[in-house]
Structures are given as C-alpha cells and as structure tokens.
C-alpha cells in the first residue's frame, strides 16, 4: 500500500482563491517531499520539508508537517490557471533514501 | 542541464513482443529510479541504482522485466515478453543522494501493449 494519502483526491477552485491540500503517512520518516505533474509530463519537485523541520516557504507555495499526527499540508496561495496540475507527497525514509508516492489531488483552478 | 531524458515518448507494441525503454540521467547524479504510474496502482518504484549498482529491485513485478544501468549516464528498462498488463507510463528520474535529495523526473514513456 502507499506510504502517502492525499486529501482531498480532487479540488476545484477559482483563480485567486487559496488552495489547500493534506499528506498522511504512517511510518516514520526522513523528509517529505511535495510533487506537481501536468498532464502528460512528468513530476516536478516544489518543495522538500525535512523531518526536524516545521514549515517551509517557497514563493506561493507554504508546506507544513507535523510529525505527531504523521500529516502534512501544502498551501498554494493567490492560484493561477497555470496550478491546475495533479499534486503528489512523497514520504522519504530509511538509509535508501527511496520515495513513496500518495495517490495524488488533481487542482482545477477556473479562470 | 537538459534534464532526465527518456526516450522512446510513446511505445505501441504487441503482446509477446520485447521493449526497451531508455533513460539518460542528469550528470553528476549517483541514484537513478524507475517509476511505474497508472490509474489503478498509482506511482510505483520498481528499481533503483547508486552509483550504476542496482541496490533495490522488489518492485520489479515479475521476470519478465529486468534493467540495467551500463554506465552513470545510461539506463534501460526490458520488459520481455510483454503483456497488455504493462500498459503504463514508465518514469525514469535522478537524484544526488540518497538523504534529503529530490528526485528529478523525465517525461516519462507511455507504453501500450496491445
């Protein structure tokens, strides 16, 4: 089964409008990463957040994680059109340092 | 940098038939991954490499597939023979390290066995 459960499995907004999104994982971890994907394209890292970490910032983007409750979240501020993608966690652990993807959340931003 | 590069985009074949799927990672990058995606199973890992060496690879469904990474800057996928089952979009991507390092995904190749 996936390490990583997005909710909500879909999401549609207007422009403009705040979008957020929630990681669940259920074994310790070494980071948590969070992943875009265009239809048809491949995934494109946004932000790693490591596991002594609380939140990051990047741009638009705020990611936050929560050890105790094994969840993280990922905020995408002011939306553009251009946000509609499908977004994924990835929960890295264990000294491989492999990945393991959640299902994903498919944003609809509406111009 | 150019990026993960996988070719082919697109494979049609037929069942029974051998494919092989190419992948040539970001230089300077000493772990490469294959990713299996559909809408069923999502994004699996089926193998990776550090350093050309394949560390993990029991994610590799069955015998059928095998991979291999002859040189830090070229890896294949086989699948032979292969089964309408395959059907999926194969994703190749690198990363420096095994700690804390993101991965960096090709395009993907979508794979159709009919």
């Known amino acids: 089964s996936q390490q990583g459960e997005e909710d909500p499995q879909a999401l549609s907004i207007q422009e403009g409008e705040n979008a957020t999104m929630n990681c669940s994982y259920k074994t310790s971890i070494n980071n948590l990463q969070w992943y875009r994907q265009n239809s048809g394209r491949g995934l494109v890292h946004l932000i790693l957040?490591?596991?002594?970490?609380r939140e990051k910032h990047s741009g638009r983007l705020r990611v936050t994680l929560d050890t105790s409750k094994k969840s993280s979240s990922l905020l995408i501020t002011a939306s553009r059109a251009a946000d509609t993608a499908s977004y994924f966690c990835?929960?890295?652990?264990?000294?491989?340092?492999?990945?393991?993807f959640g299902d994903g959340t498919t944003l609809t931003v509406k111009p | 940098d150019a990026g993960v590069i996988q070719s082919p985009r697109h494979e049609v074949t037929e069942m029974g038939q051998e494919v092989t799927l190419r992948c040539k990672p970001i230089s300077g990058h000493d772990y490469l991954f294959w990713y299996r995606q559909t809408m069923m199973r999502g994004l699996e890992l089926l193998i990776y490499?550090?350093?050309?060496?394949?560390?993990?690879d029991s994610g590799m469904p069955e015998d059928r597939f095998s991979a291999k990474m002859p040189n830090a800057s070229f890896s294949t996928l086989k699948i032979q023979p292969s089964e309408p089952r395959d059907s999926a979009v194969y994703f190749c991507?690198?990363?420096?390290?095994?700690?804390?390092?993101?991965?960096?995904f090709g395009n993907g190749t979508r794979l159709t066995v009919t």
């Open positions: 957040i490591r596991s002594n970490e």
């Open positions: 990835a929960t890295g652990r264990g000294s491989a340092g492999k990945s393991t």
């Open positions: 991507a690198s990363s420096l390290g095994p700690y804390n390092s993101p991965l960096h």
């Open positions: 490499f550090n350093n050309n060496v394949p560390i993990d």
